[in-house]
């Protein structure tokens, strides 16, 4: 059974501050997208890597996917009360047609 | 494009009572995925389509069932409610792209409660 595991589950960061959010697998995807989910929505796209070593920007938000595309992280410089959410990633292996998600990660940004 | 549509947008059912979930989408999208999603955790893959007439289970099928007649639509059957299965269920679509699956599209979720 494929596990994407994220970290932290939990942040809580004031306005400003740098944040970095990881999610790790031994699996290897083929590729990995990135969502971001507000409160009684469903996820939304935030950007999707293919390459292993692609690093793909989005206004503040840094995203790579390791070389070996088992992993990726997501980078915030000077975080925003609108960046408050949750954050999930989802993999996709070769072959399949089917994406499976991460645990999460909650992220809370105070003004 | 009204996207994709679920309803209804809440369910309270009793243990052993059955329910459909609909979803549709208006986009032609090819894939559509049903996840649910307990508070506070990721979403899990219940089953999948790649097409009418094409369906696959995910990583939590059991309880459930799935028909795709159709492109646009995609219900998601449970049978003999049990309290497990309270959470907020979610539909979504998406058109393969290339070396990927393509953006997922999502419903606005159904809250289910079984009591």
């Known amino acids: 059974t494929q596990l994407l595991e994220q970290s932290p589950q939990f942040l809580s960061i004031q306005e400003g501050e740098n944040l970095t959010v990881y999610c790790n697998s031994s699996s290897v995807f083929s590729s990995l997208q990135w969502y971001r989910q507000e409160p009684g929505e469903g996820p939304v796209l935030l950007v999707t890597v293919v390459t292993g070593g692609e690093v793909k920007k989005l206004k503040r938000l840094t995203f790579q996917f390791g070389d070996a595309r088992k992993d990726s992280s997501l980078h915030i410089t000077a975080a925003q009360p609108g960046d408050t959410g949750l954050y999930l990633c989802a993999g996709a292996t070769s072959g399949t047609y089917k994406y499976i998600f991460g645990t999460g990660t909650r992220l809370k940004v105070l003004a | 494009n009204a996207g994709v549509t679920q309803t209804p947008k809440f369910r309270i059912l009793k243990i052993g009572q059955s329910m459909t979930l609909q979803c549709a989408q208006d986009?032609?999208?090819?894939?559509m995925y049903w996840y649910r999603q307990d508070p506070g955790m990721g979403l899990k893959l219940i089953y999948y389509s790649v097409g009418a007439g094409i369906t696959d289970k995910g990583e939590v099928p059991n309880g459930y069932n799935v028909s795709r007649s159709t492109t646009e639509d995609f219900p998601l059957r449970l049978e003999l409610a049990a309290p497990s299965q309270t959470s907020v269920y979610f539909c979504a679509s998406s058109y393969p792209g290339a070396g990927d699956l393509g953006e997922q599209y999502f419903g606005p979720g159904t809250r289910l409660t079984v009591t």
């Open positions: 986009m032609n999208h090819n894939y």
